[in-house]
């Protein structure tokens, strides 16, 4: 699967996904239209992103994982996963502000979309991955993705969990989805996401 | 071995009455009560000395309850195996002040690193469970099984995770491995990830280190089996002598007065003294003529007189087991005036590191010194790395008894060690001592064995111009603790405010080791052009309620009504009796 532009990319998998798209939280894509070996990435250095490593592993992903690699390290991998969301600490100990995050992250996609690779964007973390900082980063990267697995509820929809833990009270992932056409999977719990992963490759019973 | 067994089993079963056991408390972020009265960063642990007061106790027994169970539900904040600082103002007039800060341990020399920020190497000798267990042995009327019941309960039964705490263990998955350390990850991390919000945390190994303090006292941790597990995790850092030769010590107080009020702190070697002279400076202006908190003229002077008692911290503060501090000087009212002769009302000080110390000698009853000013100001001030960690504790019994207590483990999570099946964290205190400098022969906060390395905290109780206790108070927020301490107690003395509002309202920090005036998020454009014009050089990168400026937790008595605020800043929560 070689799709460079998003939008037509988004429109295949939503025929192909039919309503399960749709639901509400914990489904995935029914069809497996990402391809492996994945590479796992950081754009804002949160915990979230380890937390994406540890998702794959129990999904059973061939992936490696790199929360800040150059670009020219996802030679060899068919998926980009990115997990979004700034962390004051991370970015410190990276030794980076916000803008050259951006400026990495900018370089990362392009040389993803050079490289013809498929991109998943990951909001984990809920509510504390919402801020200035943060919504900087989703609001740029997230329109770009290929698809977007999401910690939160469509805000149309009840929110059962805490609720810090929605990521997307406001809507805003919701509104890039629609804007951009992405296919968008909405889980409650974090490990929901290994689901979710699984759906999206093609991993688990009679894949 | 049969005694002990017995006595494990008693705190059990005390535990379980407790749990069982119906209270009359009322608790959320800002409650009211007369029947007494305990704020902290979180509702839980306030209503755990809530329990206490109810049941009987005074606000010593409940501050030592909810000090304990603030180590449970904000374990990245304080533990068993960090410090603190207590005030008490008792009803039968006594003011005093309980030191359990940290000791360098026995084996360090003047030249020895101190900048470790994690690991063993990082860590002081504890001071928690001795100073809480002083205080109730010398204050409290209610044996420490019972006090201590509650946080046992909760460290057992688990709690809720909440959105604070979740944002701590957030970091703490990337310091420990993201959840793989084979000592914390079953306990915090028990899925391999971060819980999710809402979620319970059992802490049974913390239940298991609590039950033996409540069972055989501070003796099972500076002695006993805890000693042994702690001497033994360390690696060489602590020896047994070491715990052993720890004890908490009873001082004097710092008792000050500010606008007709007596205002009582922590001496040193924390920071009760800057808060004591900048309040002494601004008793030199009239606050209340200006428009209040957003006032560029209110804040250019609070900025300015904390920016000189501050000053004075570097050369004066050190541990008073090593130094005569002319503590007498420092808070006296005449010393005071002639340092706010130093404000200009219309310029700023800049730059704000050459700020010179005052000399509080000739203010001195009786001379003492630790060196005198010949030898400063320094022309540079040390930085310590800061994090807005630590905690504070405010209680108020029906009696009127008050306490005041900060706590700490320094930065969040402390040395990030756990001890092996007990579950509690290290301190890293050590850094905050500095490394020697030969340039500056007379620093007063250089490393050596058994002494305190200097800090901030500032817990204080303000009594009214009756003599009545009317406010207790105190923060996190490392080197925030001194500004926001005076700015809540100057917005309800000389603003009028309501506590809450005292509380909620944007705050700035201003000292000798921040080169710009530090604004949280709320101030308006004008009073921030209006600081600028004054020559500050003004940082407004804060958010709104940013915990970076600490988070009061506090109590306010009108008209015998008790009025607790937990922090906004953090989850906060107050509890009493109605």
Partial sequence: ?????????????????????????????????????????????????????VLADRAGLEFTFEARPAPEMLEGHKTLIVVLGASTKGLGAAGVDIDAEIAWG???????????????????EGGTRRGPSSDRINS???????YLIVKGANPDQEWAEAEEANGNADGLFTTIAAEHGIPITYIARTLEAVGALQQLFGIGAGQ | MRKGLSNRLLVILLVSVFALRPVAVASQQVATGTKGMVASAHELASQAGAEILAAGGNAVDAAVATAFAITVVEPNASSLGGEGYMVLSLADGRDLAIDYRSWAPGHVTLASDASAMTGPESTCIPGLVAGLTLALEEYGTMPLDEVMAPAIRLARDGFPLDAVLFDRLTELYGYTDYGTDPLIGPIYFPDGLVPEIGSTVVNEDLAQAMELVATEGADAFYRGELADAIVEAMDGWFTSADLQRYQAVVRDAIVSEYRGHTVIGAPPNVAGIVVAEAL????????????????????????????????????????????????????????????????????????????PAGDPYPFMAVPVGVGGVAEYPFTTHLSVAESPSTTHISVLDEAGNAVGITQTVSSFWGSQDMIPGYGFFMNNELHNFNSHNPDRPDDVNVLAPYKRPRTVLAPTIVRDTQGKVFLVLGTPGAGRIPSTTVETIVNVIDFGMSLEDAIRAPKFTSRITYAELLLEGGYPEETIAALEALGHTVDTTHGTLDYFFGGINAIIVEDGLMTGVGSFRRAGGAAGGR
Avoid: C
Avoid at chain 1, 32 to 38: D, I, K, L, V
Avoid at chain 1, 106 to 124: D, G, N, P, W, Y
Avoid at chain 2, 332 to 355: F, N
């Fill in chain 1, 1 to 53: 699967m070689h799709i460079r532009h998003g939008w037509i990319f988004a429109l295949a998998l939503i025929v192909a996904a039919g309503p399960a798209l749709t639901k509400e939280r914990g489904v995935a894509a029914q069809s497996s239209t990402f391809e492996q070996p994945a590479f796992i990435a950081s754009i804002g250095q949160s915990a979230g992103a380890q937390q994406a490593k």
């Fill in chain 2, 280 to 355: 002494n400076i601004l008793d030199n202006f009239d606050l209340s003529e200006t428009g209040g908190w957003d006032d560029p003229k209110a804040i250019h002077l609070m900025a300015e007189a904390l920016l000189l008692a501050s000053a004075d911290r570097g050369p004066y503060v050190g541990d008073p087991d090593f130094y005569d501090i002319p503590l007498a000087g420092l808070v006296s009212e005449d010393y005071a005036t002639e340092r706010a002769a130093l404000i200009d009302p219309g310029a700023a000080m800049v730059p704000t590191s050459e700020i």
């Fill in chain 1, 140 to 146: 740029t990267f997230a329109p770009l993705a290929d």
């Fill in chain 1, 106 to 124: 900018t370089q990362l996609f392009e040389k993803a979309r050079a490289s013809r690779m498929s991109i998943v964007a990951m909001h984990i």
